[in-house]
C-alpha cells in the first residue's frame, strides 16, 4: 500500500502542474491515480486500519495527532486532514473518465473495493461513491446479507456489469462462495475484471469464458451453484 500512497502523491503533482491527459502515459497515470484513491479510501474507512494506526501512535498521543503524523508524507495543502470526511471531501482531482482501458483485479475483499470505486467511478461520470450512500456499494455491512449486497451492487452498474456471485449465509462456506465480475461500458470501451480469490483457495468459475458477457440471473439458492 505504500506504494498506492507514492501513486496518490505523484497524481497530486500532475494535477497542480497542469498537464494534460492526452498521451498514453497520461492514461496510465489516470488509472493509477483511481486505484490509489480507490485503495486509501476503503482503508481509512476501515475499522481494522484505524485501529492498526492507533496501535502505532504513542498512547499519550491523541488519534488526531497521530493522523497528522500519518499524513505529513502528503502535500501541505492536504495535511490537515484528520479524518475520512476530510479526506473525501479532499477528493476534487477533475479527472476526466478515461477510454480504452483493460484492467484484471484478482484477489479477496480488499481487491473487491478497488474494483467497485473504480467501476462506479467509470460509469457515473467520473464521480466518487459517497460514504453516507446507505446502502451503501463499498460497505456490505449496509445490506442484510451478501447476496443483497450481489444484487444491489450489480443493479448499480447494470447494463456495464455481470456478476458470478454467490455467498451462503452463516459461516463462510469456501466450496461455495464465489464472486466473479465482469464490467464492459462499450461507449468509452472500458473493460475490468474481477477474480475472487481467497490465499489456497482454488478459483472458481460459473461461466465458460466466451459467455461472461451474455445475461445471466444472479444465483441466489446454494441447490443451484454450479462450476465449471
Known sequence: ????????????????????????????????????????????????????????????????????????????????????????????????????????????????????????FLSHNGTWVSLEDR????IEKTHPDWNDFYEFTNKILKPHENCDCFRNEGQMNTNVVIENRYFHDSRNNNTVTYLQKFGEVPFKTSWNVSDIYHHHELVKNIENVSFV
Open 1 to 120: 500500500w505504500i506504494g498506492r500512497l507514492y501513486s496518490f502523491l505523484v497524481t497530486k503533482w500532475i494535477h497542480h502542474s497542469k498537464m494534460v491527459l492526452i498521451s498514453r502515459k497520461a492514461v496510465i497515470r489516470t488509472v493509477v491515480a483511481m486505484s490509489a484513491i480507490s485503495f486509501f479510501d476503503y482503508y481509512l474507512r476501515s475499522q481494522s486500519f484505524v485501529k492498526s494506526l492507533h496501535n502505532a501512535i504513542d498512547p499519550v498521543q491523541s488519534p488526531t495527532r497521530g493522523m497528522q503524523k500519518f499524513i505529513s508524507a502528503f502535500p501541505e495543502h492536504i495535511s490537515n486532514i484528520s479524518s475520512y470526511q476530510d479526506f473525501h471531501n479532499s477528493l476534487d482531482f477533475g479527472i476526466p473518465v478515461p477510454c480504452n482501458l483493460n484492467i484484471a483485479f484478482m484477489g479477496d475483499s480488499l481487491t473487491r473495493y478497488q474494483y467497485l470505486d473504480l467501476v462506479y
Open 135 to 138: 446502502p451503501n456499494l463499498v
